[in-house]
């Protein structure tokens, strides 16, 4: 099985920083959701592990190779990228065949079973699909491949709320039938919380969190009362503010709950929950 090494990994567009010193361990079979805004850096960093970019500095190893023109380490990845890149002429089928070229444990059966239960055509010509079923169609070949590691950009894009929940659950399903490493890169955060082991946050091409879901829980907590008491309780305390509404403040906590913390919220009168992981990334990218 495959692991990623991300060493000091920096990239540069002329006098433009996008990616500031990553520094990541991915570990084998885990579903990592990668998250950020909008230019935050999310698709140059998939773009630089799968060596379609270069770094201006440190460097990207799978399984203790370097990535860099590395065809046996590249063969291990596969990367279902936003844009289209297929021949907008072939037919689904002809893709499914020219894939097997490249990716020889690729499954054509599993191909059409996926063809079937999202009522794909795979006789279709790409050009003739909508903005849906062609994120449709790059899913399933990505799951398809069998690849070791699956990058998964923006694999939701343009579904309706029906085929999203579907495609989560063959995710889910495809990992345990052949887990792998898959990096899914995505906006809708709330979806994508509820499949995905390990958080990692990038904000301004910096990496703010890097975590897996059952530590965050742990570690993220929602306090909620009049400011003036909140105030109280936030002394020597690490937090960020979420919301302030008049005299009522609601805030995320970055520490371990213990007696001391149910003491002072009953003191104070206060309020405490779970932080939803969408709440907690609005939070610390703001």
Not at 18 to 27: A, P
Not at 45 to 67: A, S, Y
Request: negative net charge; charged residues 25%; aromatic residues 10%.
């Amino acid at each position: 099985m495959s692991k990623i090494e991300i060493n000091s990994l920096t990239k540069q567009f002329d006098e433009k920083l996008v990616l500031n010193n990553i520094n990541l361990n991915i570990e084998e079979n885990k579903i990592y959701g990668l998250l950020g805004r909008n230019g935050a850096g999310k698709t140059t960093l998939l773009n630089l592990v799968c060596n379609k970019l270069f770094p201006t500095d440190g460097k990207v190893l799978i399984d203790n190779e370097l990535v860099i023109e590395n065809e046996s380490v590249l063969k291990k990845i596969f990367y279902m990228q936003e844009m289209n890149l297929y021949p907008l002429g072939y037919r689904i089928k002809d893709v499914f065949r020219w894939t097997k070229v490249f990716y020889p444990k690729f499954d054509f059966e599993y191909a059409e079973k996926l063809c079937g239960k999202f009522s794909l055509d795979s006789n279709l010509k790409i050009k003739a699909l909508s903005t849906g079923y062609k994120t449709i169609f790059k899913d399933i070949i990505a799951m398809a491949s069998n690849a070791d590691i699956l990058l998964m950009d923006e694999p939701v894009l343009g579904l309706d709320a029906n085929h999203r929940e579907m495609l989560y659950k063959e995710i889910l399903a495809n990992f345990i039938e052949h887990p792998k490493i898959i990096i899914i890169s995505t906006h809708l955060i709330e979806e994508v919380a509820d499949i995905i082991e390990e958080v990692l946050i990038i904000k301004n091409g910096e990496i703010i969190l890097s975590d897996s879901r059952e530590n965050i829980a742990e570690r993220y907590y929602l306090v909620s009362g009049q400011s003036s008491n909140v105030e109280k309780y936030l002394v020597n305390k690490k937090y960020t503010v979420v919301e302030t509404m008049g005299k009522y403040k609601s805030v995320i906590v970055n520490e371990d709950f213990n007696q001391k913390n149910t003491d002072l919220i009953n003191e104070f009168d206060l309020e405490v929950s779970k932080v939803a992981l969408q709440k907690l990334f609005i939070s610390l990218t703001n």
